[in-house]
């Protein structure tokens, strides 16, 4: 019995913190598409963060990728960020540019060739989303995309948005109403 109680907690520990390293992102190396390397906790000195892992052969990201866009432009001066990581193969990677350049999108992009950063955020599926709030714990995770998914996607930015703006001095908090886009 002794044993087994001690196996009990010992167990349970390991699964707590393993659930607390699911819970949070590491502080990854990203090289972005235009050659600069940054550390993904960078992007938290802002607010939140939506990563999305995406490849320009996967039809479901390109229909999400606008409405990423569309969140990126209307919540990036409350200090909301979109970051998506192309997963396209390193023969593949010229058409990253040129698609991203054609749908003239804003937010920022990374590429991770050989799948070593969605490993370790476990992004299984293409697309994968996955906010982050400024202390890297991550708040929603989501697989796949259908039409209607941008809708409990802004949802989940809003409430970010606004429990970020919670730890904000009062003073700055009345230039971060948050309203839902209309667009």
Not at 9 to 24: K, P, Y
Not at 33 to 48: A, T
Not at 53 to 65: G, L, N, R, S
Request: proline residues 4%; positive net charge; aromatic residues 10%.
């Amino acid at each position: 019995m002794k044993k087994f109680l001690i196996i009990l907690v010992f167990g349970s520990q390991f699964i707590i913190a393993e659930n607390e390293r699911l819970n949070h992102v590491p502080n990854i190396k990203l090289k972005m598409i235009n050659g600069e390397k940054i550390q993904l906790y960078d992007f938290f000195n802002e607010g939140p963060l939506l990563v999305d892992f995406w490849a320009t052969w996967c039809a479901p990201c390109k229909k999400e990728m606008i409405h990423l866009d569309k969140f990126h432009r209307t919540y990036t001066d409350r200090g909301f960020n979109v970051l998506t990581i192309n997963q396209d193969t390193p023969r593949s990677l010229s058409k990253v540019k040129s698609y991203v350049r054609s749908k003239k999108f804003t937010f920022h992009v990374a590429i991770d060739p050989n799948q070593q950063i969605s490993k370790k955020l476990n992004a299984v599926l293409l697309p994968t989303t996955i906010l982050v709030n400024r202390e890297g714990k991550v708040l929603w995770r989501h697989q796949g995309y259908i039409l209607g998914d941008e809708v409990e996607m802004e949802e989940q930015i809003l409430h970010a948005l606004k429990s970020d703006s919670l730890s904000v001095p009062l003073s700055v908090q009345d230039s971060l109403s948050v309203t839902p886009s209309t667009e």
